[in-house]
């Protein structure tokens, strides 16, 4: 499989790469043979990883020398009760400032991805973290809602509670509409929140104090991002009809 997966990449045209794969190192032996593969071709490539990877030194010091580019990590929330409430004990939040200073030290790019409307929240939860990534100089953020995805304890646990908003349109726009009734807010003011964070992050001022000069080709990919997403900002809607909540 490895020798397939090389195969097919020295085809390719670019030799800047995205692998796909949602936890890429979930199998830690077939990537580290895969990276091992890799360093001869001279790439720069991208994925997508678990927190758990960045403790991993001997992981990364292959990362590293492979050609890693980017890495898009899930945060999730700078909150430790609310990390506690997800079950995600890879995420240590007293380890997130040693994590982000290893990234940036090796030169690798990365992006975070934040969810928020968990009933450990309030809604300090946005000023803090924004405060935390501009802080730490995080050069690109997602920022998305909760969603009571069907199938799942939290969907069933929302039915119980009576707190599913349009549930016939769950799973339509994932992460961006509000389909719960919060805790400590409205379905609107959450919506809102997590749109002013984007915003906020995403604003010139909060660039200029975040990212580098461009002068290396992963600060060059972080300042394109960021006016990508700023162009996101200006398609927010917010079109859901929350006035029964």
């Not at 990534?133 to 069907?150: D, G, S, T």
């Not at 939290?154 to 509000?178: A, K, L, N, S, V």
Request: aromatic share 12%; net charge positive.
């Amino acid at each position: 499989m490895r020798q397939a997966v090389v195969e097919e990449i020295k085809r390719l045209p670019s030799r800047n790469v995205f692998f796909a794969e949602s936890n890429f190192g979930v199998k830690r032996k077939h990537a580290m043979e895969l990276m091992e593969a890799l360093i001869p071709l001279r790439l720069r490539w991208s994925t997508l990883w678990s927190m758990n990877l960045c403790y991993d030194k001997e992981f990364l010091d292959l990362a590293q020398r492979s050609g890693l580019l980017h890495v898009n990590i899930g945060m999730e929330s700078i909150d430790g009760q609310t990390i506690a409430g997800m079950r995600k004990g890879q995420n240590k939040t007293e380890r997130y400032h040693a994590v982000l200073s290893d990234l940036r030290r090796r030169g690798i790019s990365f992006s975070l991805n934040f969810i928020f409307g968990w009933d450990t929240e309030t809604r300090a939860v946005f000023p803090n973290t924004l405060r935390f990534l501009e802080e730490e100089k995080v050069p690109v953020a997602y920022f998305n809602l909760l969603p009571p995805e069907k199938g799942t304890s939290f969907y069933d646990r929302m039915r119980r509670q009576d707190r599913i908003i349009d549930e016939h349109e769950i799973g339509r726009w994932p992460g961006q509409p509000c389909h719960i009734k919060p805790l400590y807010c409205t379905p609107r003011e959450l919506q809102e929140d997590v749109q002013g964070i984007h915003r906020r992050f995403y604003s010139l001022p909060s660039m200029i104090r975040r990212l580098p000069l461009p002068l290396n080709t992963p600060a060059m990919a972080s300042w394109m991002l960021n006016f990508s997403q700023r162009r996101v900002s200006a398609h927010f809607n917010g079109e859901n009809n929350f006035t029964s909540y």
